[in-house]
């Protein structure tokens, strides 16, 4: 940053504070009518900027929900799958690995969103409920899924 900037930075600040009352986010003086960009009180120097007051993570959480899931149930899977295959009982039937393939398909998936939040955080509150809802949705299915295989392999209803 150039020293005319850097002035006018302060400048701002300076008049943002005056007949304000603003606790300083370290020691929570009252900046109140400052005339140097410097806490009186515990001396950190100040700067005027732009946050997000309460940033909200309860769409992306639960978005991200059933992906860790799935990859806590895929690799839980693994353990029955292994033990069939040893013991002599032959290798499991094609849709138990394909339930799996589909429970690490989501972990991974889970793991681009962990990668990608902001992008995931920047979208509006409603755009985010609809990825949310799709993500339930898509794992709801693949579930019901699961549960028709189950029933299809023990000879039907
Ligand atoms: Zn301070």
Redesign the pocket.
């Given at each position: 940053m150039d020293e005319t900037a850097h002035q006018d930075d302060v400048t701002r600040l300076l008049e943002f504070l005056r007949d304000r009352d603003v606790p300083?986010?370290?020691?929570?003086?009252n900046l109140r009518d400052l005339t140097q960009p410097q806490?009186?009180?515990?001396?950190?120097e100040l700067l005027l900027t732009v946050g997000v007051t309460k940033p909200q993570f309860l769409w992306f959480l639960l978005a991200v929900a059933p992906c860790a899931f799935a990859g806590i149930a895929a690799a839980l899977l693994l353990i029955p799958m292994t033990v069939q295959t040893l013991s002599g009982g032959g290798i499991p039937e094609a849709p138990i690995f394909v339930l799996d393939a589909l429970g690490w398909l989501s972990f991974l998936g889970g793991l681009v969103l962990v990668r990608h939040r902001f992008a995931f955080l920047g979208q509006t509150p409603e755009r985010q409920r609809v990825y949310a809802a799709a993500v339930w949705a898509s794992h709801l299915l693949a579930f019901l899924a699961f549960l028709a295989t189950i029933l299809f392999l023990s000879g039907g209803p």
């Open positions: 300083c986010p370290l020691c929570r003086y806490c009186p009180e515990c001396r950190h």
